[in-house]
């Protein structure tokens, strides 16, 4: 990676960029695994982050067979399979009433069709193995970097950061979430928010309440709530995740943890989930924006990925696994390339081939979330029957996600 | 039965009543169906019929398992499947994509489970069949009998017709319908307005346009409409039921059927329901009506039946064939009655054995019509995927509804 401080803006240093090099605006788990990916194939990437470490916070996070069976390829699935845990089965329950709705197996016949495991773990476990990963594949890792601009001239990328460095890049891959600064190059769009709120927890099993279940992942349905319970760390931790519909957020308004606000939430509740509100962590809460699907991520020789690009609701639990499915559709489609040239042709090739599927999820986790929240009777009944008539034979609602031939496509 | 013209009211006049007299007030369906029932098991049964003959008025009806099972046992289903149709299957569809949501089989396992055959035929045709045979069994049906009150003095009612008449009975059963105006002895409640209103047209299959389905019941759901069709009367007739939310009705106007409104309720749907409301009559329309289920349905020795103890909005298609099920149950439980003092506890069995099931059709069908109607994005999504997501297979939608243990709970 050509490194050069204080580059005037506009001085044509081509001679100096060496070819084939990439570098990622971003290094949450989108961009270090981007990072893995490409390292694994032999290219010299440089990752950015703002912040002055390589850390995640946050809680738990699932990883689907369509991401597990890419963390295999790099190598790293048998370190996410010790950190995390392999839940048996996924079980929806009625938030009011308690009644069971569906019970879906997630091992099994759904880990053979899908050819890789259901995994649950701790965000910063994922993260810290692929920062592990990235590292050792040669990627070199940089702090304190805040990127703010990035322009083409001539097929190479300059990108300028707040202390008035410049690198230059064959690419650059802006990985930088939702708040992405980079998107600005390609859309005016802002972020759309949701009115939902998530306060998370993931505490100590012995110190966790009303742990009924250690093996499943549990989601009970409410009118405009809903919660998530699964184990962590072999078992050794319990993640609470409860996500509704915040009158100061709906009002536009950000008010913080709000414990009153909380509890109101979940007031029609059986009293095993106003119990389990207790496992969340008290301070902290994320309000929950996506954006609708734009059709461009490129400018010049910047690629938008993860959630720059497609910023989604959690409701599928595919933020990270569409970003780990870009990393790897890259790395596939870049394979190919040998003459810096080639490279236009390959950022447009993956942005053709990824937009249409990350739209889809996008727009159907936002569809989920309105099935998982509704709070009238007649769309309830009809929610909970369709849940209930599910069949762990019928695999049309997981296959276009989870399935090997979606993501190829 | 004792008939005494222009007895004074007040007068006692019990020595003149004959033990086992039954009066029937309203000879539609449900009231021949009764007489039919009674007659056959020995009973003296008086029908009194407001209007100057026994005649239905309508299109076609469907006939579900639950009641041909019963017109089987009193001996005419051989005559209603002559005059019928057996349709193959149940075929839903979306109204504006075309889509088939869902197609029940109606015949092999379907009859084999329920014992009997699904048949469609005309109200007329399903009305002289049990008139027919009521008068056989020596029911005594008269008309132009205009019943305006029912009064039990000493466990024997008298019922006073608009021209003076004082009829005496062991048992009077109201079966005047949806307007009952018996009904008032037990409850003050009126008809709830459904907003939507029905049109049919029974026309002869080779005037009918566009029929691409002659052996089974299609149904398309659009927004706030439907549309049924099937044929009559071994296919030579052609049966098509227009169900929308009419503006004016729901204002609480009453219009005649209203051509402009019937055309802007189908706007939305695809051409070929939009012509088949060519299909329909021009100049009638039935604007749908039920009630709130109410827990008692006896006054005395008077007990009300069909339509005027639960009216139902049709989606299930149970109105007639409920009117069905209660004249058998009538029938059964005062089989054992010898002695005219029984007559009380029987009318308080039949009332608290078929309330609950009545109430809980009338509840479904409103639920039923409200899920056909959905006109918003998330419900409609929900109702298509669970209609999408039946198999013949699962019966539990159908088995309260047409199971031989449903009824004699």
Known sequence: ????????????????????????????????????ALCRQGRKVTVL?????????????????????????????????????????????????????TDADLRGEFAERYGAPYVVLHRSDLHAILVEAARKAGADLRTNADVVDVETRDDVA?????DGTVYRADVVLGIDGLTSSLRRKVSGDEVVASGYVAYRGA???????????????????????????????????????????SPSFSRGEFVPADQQELQNAYSDCIPQVQRALLN??????????????????????????????????????????????DADAFDRISASVTDPHEWNAALAEFNSTRADRT????????????????????PKLLRNLLFKSRKDEDTRYTDWLYGADSIST
């Open 359 to 378: 739209a889809r999820v996008q727009r159907t986790a936002r569809t989920w979330g309105e099935a998982w929240h509704v709070n009238t009777p007649l």
């Open 158 to 162: 300059r990108v300028r950061t707040s």
């Open 280 to 325: 969340l962590w008290k301070t902290v809460s994320w309000p929950m924006y996506d954006r609708e699907p734009i059709d461009n991520w490129v400018d010049g020789r910047m690629l938008l990925m993860g959630d720059a690009a497609h910023p989604m609701l959690q409701y599928l639990a595919q933020g990270a696994c569409q970003a780990i499915e």
């Open 49 to 101: 982050e703002r912040a002055p470490e390589f850390k995640e916070v946050g809680a738990g996070l699932q990883m689907a067979p369509n991401a597990t069976r890419i963390l295999r390829s790099w190598g790293v699935l048998d370190q996410v399979l010790e950190m995390g845990v392999q839940p048996k089965r996924l079980i929806f329950r009625d938030a009011v009433t308690g009644e069971q709705l």
């Open 203 to 245: 505490i100590p099993m012995d110190e966790a309440l009303d742990v009924d279940d250690r093996e499943n992942v549990v989601v009970y349905l409410g009118p405009e709530c809903h919660m998530v319970q699964y184990p962590l760390r072999a078992g050794t931790m319990f993640n609470t995740v409860a996500v509704f519909k």
């Open 1 to 36: 990676m050509a490194l050069v401080v204080g580059e005037p803006e506009g001085v044509n240093e081509d001679s100096g960029v060496a070819s084939q090099e990439i570098l990622i605006v971003g290094g949450g788990i989108g961009g270090v695994a981007a990072a893995l």
